[in-house]
C-alpha cells in the first residue's frame, strides 16, 4: 500500500539513536542489545556495525569486537580505517604482530590513512622500539604531506612523544 504508515520503517533508526544515548551514558552492553536489534533489520548498517565494534572495545570484549569487524570487512573489503580499528583491538590484547599486519594492510589501501600512521606509531612504542617509531613517521607521512597536509595532525603527538622519549 502507497503512503502508508509502516511501523518497522522507524525500528533502525530507534535502536541507532536509544543505542547512541546508552553509549553516552557508558551503558555499552545495553547499546549492544540494541545494536544486535538494528543489525538483524538492516545486516549493512555500517555505523551499527562500527558503534558495536566501539562499544566491545570499551568492554574490553577484543575478541568479539575483532568479530565486528571481520563482518564489516566481509562487507567493505577496501575501507582502510577497519583495518586500523582491528589494530587497535589486537594492540589492546598486546598482540603487536597482528597490529602490525592489519595497519600495513590499511596502509596498502590508503597510504595517507593518518589513523594507520599513528596507529603504527603507538605498535612500535609499545614495543619499545622508539627510534623507530620517529624515523618512520618522520620519514613517511612528512614527505606525504605535499598532498594531505591534514596527516600532520594525526601523527604529530605520536612524533612528539616518540622524539621526547628517545631524547633528541
Same mark, same amino acid.
Given at each position: 500500500?502507497?503512503?502508508?504508515?509502516?511501523?518497522?520503517?522507524?525500528?533502525?533508526?530507534?535502536?541507532?539513536?536509544?543505542?547512541?544515548?546508552?553509549?553516552? @551514558?557508558?551503558?555499552?552492553? +545495553?547499546?549492544? &542489545?540494541?545494536?544486535? !536489534? =538494528? @543489525?538483524?533489520?538492516?545486516? !549493512?548498517?555500517?555505523?551499527?556495525? $562500527?558503534?558495536?565494534?566501539?562499544?566491545?572495545?570499551? =568492554?574490553?570484549? #577484543?575478541? *568479539?569486537?575483532?568479530?565486528? /569487524?571481520?563482518?564489516?570487512?566481509?562487507?567493505?573489503?577496501? *575501507?582502510?580505517? =577497519?583495518?586500523?580499528? *582491528?589494530?587497535?583491538?589486537?594492540?589492546?590484547?598486546?598482540?603487536?604482530?597482528?597490529?602490525?599486519?592489519? /595497519?600495513?594492510?590499511?596502509?596498502?589501501?590508503?597510504?595517507?590513512?593518518?589513523?594507520?600512521?599513528?596507529?603504527?606509531?603507538?605498535?612500535?612504542?609499545?614495543? +619499545?622500539?622508539?627510534?623507530?617509531?620517529? !624515523?618512520?613517521?618522520?620519514?613517511?607521512? #612528512?614527505?606525504?604531506?605535499?598532498?594531505?597536509?591534514?596527516? /600532520?595532525?594525526?601523527? $604529530?603527538?605520536?612524533? /612528539?612523544? &616518540?622524539?621526547?622519549?628517545?631524547?633528541?
Amino acid at each position: 500500500m502507497r503512503g502508508c504508515y509502516r511501523p518497522q520503517s522507524f525500528l533502525p533508526d530507534n535502536y541507532r539513536l536509544r543505542g547512541l544515548c546508552r553509549i553516552n @551514558l557508558k551503558r555499552y552492553e +545495553e547499546a549492544v &542489545s540494541d545494536y544486535v !536489534k =538494528l @543489525l538483524e533489520i538492516e545486516p !549493512k548498517d555500517e555505523s551499527g556495525w $562500527h558503534n558495536m565494534t566501539l562499544c566491545y572495545l570499551q =568492554l574490553k570484549e #577484543y575478541d *568479539k569486537a575483532v568479530e565486528c /569487524i571481520d563482518r564489516m570487512l566481509g562487507y567493505w573489503p577496501q *575501507k582502510a580505517p =577497519l583495518y586500523t580499528l *582491528k589494530a587497535q583491538a589486537y594492540f589492546a590484547q598486546k598482540d603487536t604482530a597482528a597490529a602490525m599486519a592489519s /595497519i600495513d594492510r590499511a596502509l596498502e589501501i590508503n597510504p595517507y590513512e593518518g589513523q594507520a600512521w599513528s596507529m603504527r606509531a603507538a605498535v612500535y612504542a609499545g614495543r +619499545e622500539e622508539y627510534k623507530l617509531a620517529g !624515523k618512520r613517521l618522520w620519514i613517511r607521512p #612528512y614527505s606525504r604531506c605535499l598532498v594531505r597536509p591534514d596527516i /600532520i595532525s594525526t601523527v $604529530h603527538w605520536r612524533v /612528539i612523544i &616518540s622524539v621526547i622519549y628517545v631524547g633528541r
